[in-house]
């Protein structure tokens, strides 16, 4: 089955600065990897997603790249704020019908005023 | 309700007693999952239901956990006798899985506490 890697496990920033996560997986027939932001005492929420015919997606201050070649993927926040503060997990899954998403062990993200 | 929904938000029970957790899915998603989430760890998965399609039990850890989900739409997970190791946030996500939209939406998680 798929194996999904995260790092780091926690990572500590200072506002303004940029947070970079990075994600590895097994399996080279995955083909969606959605990343979520699980703040305290929630469930997870996806904030962004590429599919494998894509490299690069942006949305405001966060991006992910993917390099399907190399099987891994990044988050990419930039100008950090307080409120970027939480657990941030990786997922991929090979989509379609029987869509189960494996997880990373998530990142702690703190940033710092 | 516009969201998944998960009852009840916490569980205090005694070892070696049943529990049932329920998940209310977004209105019309055809895909239900559970997964487990320990103490700074990951999103273990458990169960996925999909339509009316037999379900992928492969995630359950033991014989003690079960899961069923009636009429395509509520799904109850239940965990005979309880352990300790069994103490864990249980999410709930569902998915409309149709038409290339595979977003999976979370409720906000039972936590349950076996003493």
């Known amino acids: 089955g798929e194996n999904v890697e995260q790092h780091p496990s926690t990572l500590s920033v200072q506002e303004g600065d940029s947070a970079v996560i990075k994600c590895t997986y097994s399996?080279?027939?995955?083909?969606?990897f959605p990343w979520y932001k699980q703040e305290l005492g929630k469930g997870p929420q996806l904030i962004i997603d590429?599919?494998?015919?894509?490299g690069e997606k942006k949305d405001q201050r966060i991006a992910v790249t993917l390099n399907k070649t190399a099987k891994h993927f990044s988050l990419h926040i930039t100008e950090t704020q307080p409120e970027d503060s939480a657990v941030y997990f990786c997922?991929?899954?090979?989509?379609?019908?029987?869509?189960?998403?494996?997880f990373g062990r998530g990142t702690s993200l703190i940033v710092h005023p | 309700g516009a969201g998944v929904s998960q009852s009840p938000s916490n569980k205090v029970t005694e070892k070696g007693k049943d529990v049932e957790l329920r998940c209310d899915p977004i209105?019309?998603?055809?895909?239900l999952y559970w997964y487990r989430q320990s103490l700074g760890q990951g999103l273990e998965f458990l169960i996925y239901?999909?339509?009316?399609?037999?379900?992928?039990k492969s995630g359950l850890p033991s014989d003690r956990f079960s899961a069923e989900r009636t009429g395509g739409s509520v799904s109850t997970l239940t965990i005979q006798r309880t352990q300790q190791e069994d103490s864990a946030v249980y999410l709930c996500?569902?998915?409309?899985?149709?038409?290339?939209?595979?977003?999976?939406?979370f409720g906000q998680g039972t936590r349950l506490t076996v003493v």
């Open positions: 996500a569902s998915t409309l899985n149709q038409g290339g939209n595979t977003e999976a939406f």
């Open positions: 399996d080279s027939a995955s083909n969606y």
């Open positions: 590429i599919r494998s015919n894509v």
């Open positions: 997922a991929a899954s090979m989509g379609g019908g029987s869509y189960i998403p494996t």
């Open positions: 209105s019309g998603h055809t895909a």
């Open positions: 239901f999909q339509g009316n399609s037999a379900p992928d």
